[in-house]
């Protein structure tokens, strides 16, 4: 895949944007790309502060610019290799307009749960992961220096495709391994697969079946891997009744660090919506995700 040329970090000045402030700074610096950290105000926010501190918008956007500016000094990430912007308006709004006024490729963002959910990403990144026009990188909080373990999923679509060819960027550069998996469902599989409601339980392993789907994943993947370096890439088929359980299941057993998994599968569509899978990967992986999109992807308008 082509470097990355400009990223875009969203900070709310919460510990875990600090993280993927950090992570941001790392990708930026390895592909050298350009950075811009960028605060989304709120508009009642604004308005509040404007009359509590008799100033006008010009002002209260100045202050928190140098709150950013701070922020970003704090995080050791080389304060001046990163431009700080301050906008005013929805989150989700004013950062998609921002990747489009930078014209940047990958949105970086944190990712923490709450006490009774600890996988689950925020309101705001699980809307970018769906709808915003570029990859989209969540950073776990507790996520420290270099992925190690990485998993992509690989369904045969263009855009596993793509995400592999990303996930073997990253290893090349974190001196990673890397895991290519394919969950596939047998007839009786998909029987009982009730909308991914069935139980992760495994159902009786055809081996002439998995010798073929082994056989497919190994030429889709020789394309994509033959300038994999010294990256070691390990091919995995699993037939499994809940692909998303499987995937996940896979995660944990592993002690994966990221998973990268492109956001429509099989059918190719350029819709607003992920895919069922990726979304339960998304709000479920104890681990850091990147999530990207397929060629030509558009935004909707929010």
Excluded at 12 to 17: V, Y
Excluded at 119 to 142: H, M, S, T, Y
Excluded at 187 to 197: E, I, K, Q, R
Excluded at 284 to 296: E, F, M, Q, R, T
Aim: proline letters at 4%; aromatic letters at 4%; charged letters at 25%.
């Amino acid at each position: 895949m082509k470097k990355l040329h400009h990223i875009i970090a969203a900070i709310d000045f919460t510990p875990s944007c600090r993280n993927a402030l950090r992570e941001a700074a790392r990708r930026a610096s390895l592909d050298g790309a350009a950075i811009t950290a960028v605060h989304v105000m709120d508009e009642f926010l604004v308005h509040e502060l404007k009359k509590a501190l008799s100033a006008d918008q010009s002002a209260v956007r100045a202050e928190w610019l140098e709150r950013l500016k701070k922020f970003v000094a704090e995080s050791e990430v080389g304060a001046g290799a990163v431009n700080a912007e301050v906008r005013i308006g929805h989150p989700f709004s004013e950062l998609v307009e921002a990747c489009r006024a930078h014209s940047a490729d990958l949105l970086v963002m944190g990712a923490k749960g709450s006490r009774n959910e600890p996988n689950r990403v925020g309101a705001i990144a699980a809307k970018c992961v769906r709808k915003a026009p570029v990859d989209v990188f969540l950073v776990r909080e507790d996520a420290q220096g270099p992925f190690k373990k990485i998993v992509t999923c690989v369904d045969f679509s263009e855009n596993s495709a793509k995400a592999v060819q990303y996930a073997l960027h990253v290893a090349r550069q974190d001196d990673a391994t890397l895991d290519c998996l394919h969950v596939y469902q047998s007839a009786l599989a998909m029987s009982l697969d009730y909308g991914g409601f069935a139980p992760s339980m495994p159902v009786t392993i055809d081996p002439e079946a998995v010798d073929n789907w082994r056989k497919d994943l190994d030429a889709f993947l020789a394309p994509l891997t033959r300038e994999a370096g010294d990256v070691k890439v390990t091919a995995l088929i699993k037939e499994r009744v809940n692909i998303r359980e499987a995937i996940l299941d896979h995660v944990n057993e592993t002690h994966a660090t990221l998973v990268v998994l492109g956001t429509r599968g099989k059918t190719g569509l350029r819709e607003m919506l992920i895919g069922t899978t990726a979304e339960k990967i998304v709000q479920n992986a104890p681990c850091s995700i990147l999530a990207v999109k397929p060629d030509g992807f558009i935004s909707a308008a929010d």
